[in-house]
């Protein structure tokens, strides 16, 4: 049983929540800049959330319930927010945003899922 978790944190009021439980579940936090915030919840087996941030006011939150679920998040610029939810087997979300002021929501259930969100 192997449980793998990576968090880098850099520059001043910096917040960053990772939970890993079971095997082999990995999380990947790379934060820049001011104000930044990233949570990582996973549960279950294989899991993989990757979120990068650099910029003003970002915030990342990514919960994950069950195995084979992949999420990535990068986001550049101010005030942006992403949240990915996702519970089941082998849902995939990848959400890259930079600019001002962007939104994004992710809601996945059951198996198979995939979604992606652009936006400049």
């Not at 850099?10 to 790379?30: K, M, R, Y």
Request: aromatic share 8%; proline share 0%; hydrophobic share 30%.
């Amino acid at each position: 049983m192997k449980i793998k978790g990576l968090v880098i944190a850099t520059v001043f009021a910096l917040s960053s929540i990772s939970g890993v439980f079971a095997a082999d579940n990995e999380a990947i936090t790379d934060q820049t800049g001011w104000g930044n915030s990233a949570g990582t919840f996973q549960s279950g087996f294989r899991n993989f959330s990757g979120t990068g941030q650099v910029g003003i006011r970002n915030s990342s939150t990514t919960i994950q319930h069950g195995a084979f679920n992949e999420s990535g998040t990068a986001q550049f610029g101010r005030r942006n927010d992403s949240l990915t939810v996702q519970q089941g087997l082998g849902n995939v979300s990848g959400t890259l945003q930079f600019g001002r002021g962007n939104n994004s929501q992710t809601y996945q259930s059951g198996v198979g899922n995939n979604s992606v969100t652009i936006q400049h």
